[in-house]
């Protein structure tokens, strides 16, 4: 069964209009190649930037299945499968039984591939930190709250892909 998505507006405010812009500006910052090049030698991890994404999906879910993976990045199933062989040769991930289906691998972090991420986090928020190191403590707790509130609303009219209907997200 499938119905229409939800209509959009006629029109956005103008402080949706800025939001989108700020977005779409810090999107480009953070995803230059010269920047996640910069952060990946500062991380002492030589990955490239789908790899990055893949890894950190992992490290913030129990394991998943590579069809699973491919869902939440997004992206095709084969570019998964190349992405965690690529993660695999390095020792950054490994391919465990998935508990429901013999039959069926999950992808799990290695040791290896734990410190990874953690030093990747760890250079991406030094590097925000002297981005931000004229904000104040309240400012920067504002600012943490309302992104935390905007990813739960995007997440809230978000578009399911196997029911095309808004996925309700309650609300704390």
Same mark, same amino acid.
């Given at each position: 069964?499938?119905?229409?998505?939800?209509?959009?507006? $006629?029109?956005?405010?103008?402080?949706?209009?800025?939001?989108?812009? =700020?977005?779409?500006?810090?999107?480009?910052? $953070?995803?230059?190649?010269?920047?996640?090049?910069?952060?990946?030698?500062?991380? #002492?991890?030589?990955?490239?930037?789908?790899?990055?994404?893949?890894?950190? !999906?992992?490290?913030? $879910?129990?394991?998943?299945?590579?069809?699973?993976?491919? %869902?939440?990045?997004?992206?095709? =199933?084969?570019?998964?499968?190349?992405?965690? %062989?690529?993660?695999?040769?390095?020792?950054? *991930?490994?391919?465990?039984?998935?508990?429901?289906?013999?039959?069926?691998?999950?992808? %799990?972090?290695?040791?290896? #591939?734990?410190?990874?991420?953690?030093?990747?986090?760890?250079?991406? =928020?030094?590097?925000? %930190?002297?981005?931000?190191?004229?904000?104040?403590?309240?400012?920067?707790? !504002?600012?943490?709250?309302?992104?935390?509130?905007?990813?739960?609303?995007?997440? $809230?009219?978000?578009?399911?892909?196997?029911?095309?209907?808004? =996925?309700? *997200?309650?609300?704390?």
């Amino acid at each position: 069964m499938s119905t229409e998505p939800l209509p959009l507006p $006629s029109v956005a405010t103008p402080e949706v209009i800025e939001i989108e812009r =700020a977005l779409t500006r810090i999107t480009y910052l $953070s995803t230059r190649a010269r920047q996640h090049d910069r952060l990946m030698t500062l991380a #002492g991890v030589p990955l490239d930037r789908a790899a990055v994404a893949l890894l950190r !999906q992992v490290a913030d $879910s129990e394991p998943l299945r590579p069809g699973e993976l491919a %869902q939440r990045l997004g992206v095709e =199933a084969s570019h998964v499968t190349r992405t965690v %062989q690529q993660l695999q040769k390095s020792g950054y *991930v490994t391919r465990v039984p998935d508990p429901d289906d013999g039959r069926a691998q999950r992808i %799990q972090l290695t040791e290896s #591939g734990r410190a990874a991420v953690d030093r990747v986090r760890d250079a991406g =928020a030094r590097g925000m %930190q002297l981005a931000l190191a004229d904000w104040s403590p309240d400012e920067l707790g !504002q600012l943490a709250t309302l992104f935390h509130r905007m990813v739960d609303d995007f997440l $809230s009219y978000a578009v399911d892909d196997d029911t095309e209907q808004p =996925a309700a *997200v309650p609300r704390a």
